[in-house]
C-alpha cells in the first residue's frame, strides 16, 4: 500500500508546485472515513482509493485530481456527505467527488436502469470536467484487477459486460489507449475464459518460434531510417488477445491466418519527418493494398494521429507500422491526460472539446428512459467511423455505415429535423445512402419538414435516432390527445353531461393522472376507458351504457361445448367438433358473411379462415385437417368481432378524431390502432374495427372513403 509521503512525492515529482496540503489532508480524511472497512480480497478498503490515486499519479494528474481519487468512495461508502466534502477541500474537489460517484441515489428497480442511471449522471458531470471520467476510469481498473476476488460469478460477469460495454469504448474515446487495452483484457479473461487462454497460448507459442524476430526487425527499421538520415525510436509491441480474438470473431477466421500480430511504431520529431519515413518504409518493403490510414491529416475523434501502413517486411512477414511524433505518442498513450494542465484560475472546460461527448448529452436529452440512454450510448461508442466533408470543409467524424440523417444530425439537431433530401458529392441520393470516406455532403432542408418514423430503421448513430424517437413521441402524442378530447366530448355528451378540463382536473387523482392532457393521451392511446373518466368526475352517475348492456367481443371460444352453452357463450359456427378450442385467424380477420373453413391445428384448436386466405395454401396437400363450416347467426344476435382496414389518411390536425367520429356514428369501435407508414402529406395506418360482420364492416369502410381526410380505405387480409 502506498504510503503518504510517498504518494504526495509522486505528484511534487511531476508538479513541483502541488497542493501538498490538500493532498494530506484527503489521505487522512479518506482512511478515517473508511476506517474498518474491507474489501472481498480480505485488505483494508482504503487501500482502493489509494491504488486508484497512484494510478492517477501514472498519468501525471493535478492536486485535485489525486485528491478526488483519495475521496471519491467516502460518500458513497461511509456517512461523509458532499456539503462536508466541500466545506474541507473547497467547492472543486467536491464536484468531482459528486461526480464520481457511483450509486445514483435514484431507486431503479431494474440493474440495466440503474446502471444506465448512473451512467447519464456520469456524463453530465463529464461535460462540465473530464477529470470525472478520468478518476472513474482508475476507479473501474483496479476493481477489475481485484475482480477474482468476488466470490459470485453472476457479479463478476456483470461488471466485466459493463467494462467491456462502457468503460473501454470510454477509455478509447479519450484517447487512453493503455487503459484501453487493459480493462478490455481484464474483462475478456472473465467473459471468455477460454477464448482467452487459448488466444493467450497462441501467442505464447508465436512468441517462442519468433525468438529474436521484434528485436531484428526493430533494428533494421532503424537502420534503414537512419541511412536516410532519420533519428527514430521504433517499437516492436505484440496484439493484445482481446483485439486478436475481436478480429478473428469479425473476419471469422482462424488464429493462424491473423497475420499483423505484431506492429511497429516508428517515432520521430516532427510531422514532414513522418511522412518522410512513411515513404521510406514504402520504398524498402512493398506495401499491402487496402490497408494504408493517414490519421494526421484526418485525426480520430479522440484526437489519436498517427500513419497506419501494413507491408510485407523482412523475413517476408506482414507487419503493421504506425509512423508518428512524440507528441503524438504520448497523446495516443494517455489522451486527453497527456495535455492536461490546470493553472490555479482556470475553468474546468476540457469536456466542451470532445464533439463526440457533446452528442452523448443531446442524446441524454432525447431518450425517454434510462435503458434506451444505455443503447443509445452503447452504439454512439461502439462503431468505427468515416470522415465526411460538409460544403464548407468542415470534417465529420461519423460511425461507419451512416448516411446522410446521421449527418445532418451531427452538423446540428434542427438541420436532422428539417432534412429533406442530401447531396453526396455534388449527386442527389436517398436519404438511407450510406456515406463513404472522403465524401461531401449537402443536406437540403425545408422548414416545414419534420423527421421520418421510417429513418429510425436506416439511422446509425444514437443522436439522430433518439431524436427521431423524441419526435415521434411529441407527434403521436399530440395525435392521442386530440382523439382522447374527441372521445371524451362524445362519451360525455351522450350521457347528457358537460365536458371541460375542470371536470377531469377534480377527478385527477382518482384518475392517477397528474395532468389533464395525461387523462386524454391515455383515453387516446386506450389505455384509460372513458367511462371510468365519467365515473370519477361524477361520482354515482349509472351510465346508459351500462344500464343498455353492450355487446361482448367474440374473438376466441374454448373448452367444453356444454360449458359454453351453459354459460350463454353458444359459437356462432356450424361444422365444429365439440370440446375442441375455436380461434379465428390473424391472417385474414374472417367476418359473419365471409365464407369460412376451418384448418385443425394440432395443439391449438381450429383456427377459422376465410375461403380465400392465401394461408390455406400451405394445407393443400394435407385435406384430412379442413373442416367444413358456417357461420350461424340468428336474427336477434348481435356479437362482434375484429375486422381490419388500412387507411391511408392525410396528415393533418384532427384526422384521428374525425376517423374515430365516423366509425363510432356507424355503430363500429376501434379496437387497435398501428401507424405503419408517415411523410409530409399522409400517413398509412391499420385500423382493427369491432363490426357484426361483413356488411356491417363494408358500410364503414363506405362512410370512411366519404370522409375527406381518408384518401383510401381498404378491408385488409392480413
Known sequence: MIRQYELVERVK??????DEALLNRAYVYSMKAHGSQTRASGDPYFSHPLEVAGILTGMKLDSATIATALLHDVVED????????????????????????KLS????????????????KFVLAMSHDIRVLLVKLADRLHNMRTLHFIRDPKKRRRIALETLEIYAPLAERIGIRGMKDELEELAFREI?????????????????????????????????????????????????????????????????????????RII????????????????????????????????????????????????????????????????AELGVAAHWQYKQQADAVEGSRYRWLRGLLEILENADNPEEFLEHTKLEMFNDQVFCFSPKG???????GSTPVDFAYAVHTEIGNQCVGAKVNGRLVPLRHQLHNGDQVEILISRGQTPSPRWESFVVTGKARSAIRRHV??????????????????????????????????ALGKLKRAHVEDVLVDVGRGELDSGDVLRACFPGITLKADAKGLPPVKRDWSGDWDKAQLRGEAIPISGLTPGMAVHLADCCHPLPGDRIVGIISRGAGVMIHTIDCEALAAYSETPEIWLDVAWQLGEGDDEFFA?????????????????????????????????????REFYTMLVDVEVRGVKHLTDIVTALRATRVVSSAERLRG
Open 192 to 264: 471468455e475464459p477460454e477464448a482467452y487462454e487459448t488466444v493467450s497460448a497462441r501467442l505464447a507459442f508465436l512468441r517462442k518460434e519468433a525468438g529474436t524476430l521484434v528485436e531484428d526487425v526493430s533494428a533494421e527499421i532503424r537502420e534503414t531510417l537512419a541511412a536516410e538520415g532519420i533519428e527514430a525510436e521504433v517499437q516492436g509491441r505484440e496484439k493484445h488477445p482481446y483485439s486478436i480474438w475481436k478480429k478473428m470473431e469479425a473476419a471469422h477466421i482462424p488464429f493462424e491466418q491473423i497475420s499483423d500480430v505484431v506492429a511497429f
Open 394 to 400: 468542415e470534417l465529420i467524424s461519423l460511425p461507419r
Open 105 to 120: 441515489r435514484i431507486e431503479m428497480q431494474a440493474d440495466d436502469s440503474r446502471q444506465a442511471e448512473n451512467f447519464r
Open 643 to 679: 375486422g381490419r382496414l388500412q387507411l391511408v389518411v392525410a396528415n393533418e390536425m384532427g384526422a384521428l378524431a374525425s376517423i374515430a367520429s365516423t366509425v363510432a356514428k356507424h355503430g363500429g369501435n376501434i379496437s387497435n390502432l398501428k401507424i405503419t407508414e408517415r411523410d
Open 473 to 506: 413521441r411529441q407527434r403521436q402524442r399530440e395525435e392521442y390527445l386530440s382523439l382522447g378530447r374527441s372521445i371524451l366530448e362524445r362519451a360525455f355528451a351522450a350521457e347528457d353531461v358537460d365536458f371541460s378540463d375542470r371536470a377531469i382536473e377534480a
Open 78 to 101: 461511509t456517512r461523509a456527505e458532499i456539503s462536508e466534502i466541500e466545506a474541507l477541500f473547497g467547492k472543486k474537489v467536491a464536484e468531482l467527488v459528486d461526480g464520481v460517484t
Open 13 to 18: 515529482a511531476y508538479d513541483p508546485d502541488a
Open 268 to 331: 520521430v520529431d516532427d510531422i514532414p519527418t513522418c511522412y518522410r519515413a512513411l515513404g521510406i518504409v514504402h520504398g524498402k518493403w512493398p506495401m499491402v493494398p487496402g490497408r494504408f490510414k493517414d490519421y494526421i491529416s484526418t485525426p480520430k475523434r479522440n484526437g489519436y494521429q498517427s500513419i497506419h501502413t501494413t507491408v510485407i517486411g523482412p523475413r517476408k512477414t506482414r507487419i503493421e507500422v504506425q509512423i508518428r511524433t512524440r507528441e503524438m505518442h504520448e497523446v
